[in-house]
């Protein structure tokens, strides 16, 4: 079956540094792909996409790559701040279905 | 304010009672979504409703009952659940129902949890 993975589960970074969070996936068919923040006691927040026609898309202060070749999609932070403390997991396009990762936690230091 | 607002935000109930979930999204959308998430796991889809007809059911069990009387409004009526269906249930709404082009606004949950 189809899967997403993040390459790891937990991340810290120093507050104004930039943080690059990874994932993999498995269906080289997907044409969309989606990064979501998810903060304690909230529900997932959309932070940017990208269609499978493009490598990069830069949002305000996170830019978004997406390798094909070897199935590979990373969400850069840049100047990393205490509020981007958060999981972080990204999603693709299946047939009928959007597949969602366990996600990255991202801690940031003071 | 994501524009998708789920009631109550916490549900405690045993294992014989009724209640209801409920999602109303303030986007203009003609989808929505119930999703279960677990610890540790990836974002379950449950059901899906375009234009207010479902059109998925993930082998969902019949304890969890959808109801989507208009677009802008979504239920999941519970009856007679189990320990393990203590989860964050999440609503997602899109402009129509499609995974291709289009991310889907989530609220912010309601945490359940089953005595």
């Known amino acids: 079956g189809e899967s997403v993975g993040l390459h790891l589960p937990t991340l810290s970074v120093q507050e104004g540094d930039n943080s690059i969070i990874n994932c993999a996936y498995s269906n080289s068919a997907s044409d969309y792909f989606i990064w979501y923040k998810q903060e304690s006691g909230k529900g997932p927040q959309f932070i940017i996409d990208i269609r499978s026609n493009m490598d990069k898309r830069q949002g305000q202060r996170v830019t978004v790559l997406l390798n094909k070749t070897v199935k590979h999609l990373s969400l850069q932070i840049a100047a990393t701040q205490p509020g981007d403390s958060a999981v972080y997991f990204c999603a693709q396009t299946g047939a009928n279905n959007l597949f969602f990762g366990t996600g990255t936690r991202l801690t940031v230091i003071p | 304010e994501t524009g998708v607002t789920q009631t109550p935000r916490h549900l405690v109930m045993g294992m014989t009672n009724k209640k209801s979930l409920k999602c109303e999204q303030h986007?203009?959308?003609?989808?929505m979504y119930w999703y279960k998430q677990s610890a540790k796991k990836p974002l379950e889809l449950m059901f899906v409703y375009n234009f207010k007809e479902q059109t998925e059911n993930n082998s969902v069990p019949s304890r969890f009952s959808p109801e989507c009387p208009n677009s802008s409004h979504l239920f999941l009526h519970l009856h007679t659940l189990q320990p393990e269906d203590s989860a964050l249930y999440l609503c997602?709404?899109?402009?129509?129902?499609?995974?291709?082009?289009?991310?889907?606004?989530f609220g912010d949950g309601t945490r359940l949890s089953i005595l």
């Open positions: 997602a709404s899109s402009q129509v129902y499609t995974y291709s082009n289009q991310p889907q606004h």
């Open positions: 986007l203009g959308h003609n989808a």
